[in-house]
């Protein structure tokens, strides 16, 4: 398992634990990211990872994702 901050670009990732605070992990549950989750990085430079999770893209902050842990698919 490794951060969604060091993915790459075009990488498919299944979200396998979330270390955030509850507030932080309601937010994610509420656009669709939570445990068990199939993410496609679609833009991971500077800045927020960006994320598509069942068609729509969300941009997560470096910090957040640092607590997202993932395989690949």
Same mark, same amino acid.
């Given at each position: 398992?490794? $951060?969604?901050?060091?993915? &790459?670009? *075009?990488?498919?990732?299944? +979200?396998?634990?979330?270390?955030? *605070?509850? @507030?932080?992990?309601?937010?994610?549950?509420?656009? @669709? /990211? %939570?445990?068990?989750? &199939?993410?496609? !990085?679609?833009? %991971?430079? %500077?800045? $927020? !990872? /960006?994320?598509? +999770?069942?068609?729509? %893209?969300?941009?997560?902050?470096?910090?957040?994702?640092?607590? /997202?842990? #993932?395989?690949? #698919?």
């Amino acid at each position: 398992m490794y $951060p969604l901050a060091f993915t &790459k670009e *075009g990488e498919e990732v299944v +979200v396998k634990k979330i270390d955030a *605070g509850s @507030g932080a992990t309601q937010r994610l549950t509420s656009m @669709g /990211i %939570n445990v068990g989750s &199939k993410l496609k !990085v679609v833009r %991971n430079q %500077n800045g $927020p !990872v /960006i994320v598509s +999770v069942r068609g729509s %893209n969300i941009a997560i902050g470096r910090g957040l994702a640092m607590k /997202i842990m #993932c395989e690949k #698919c």
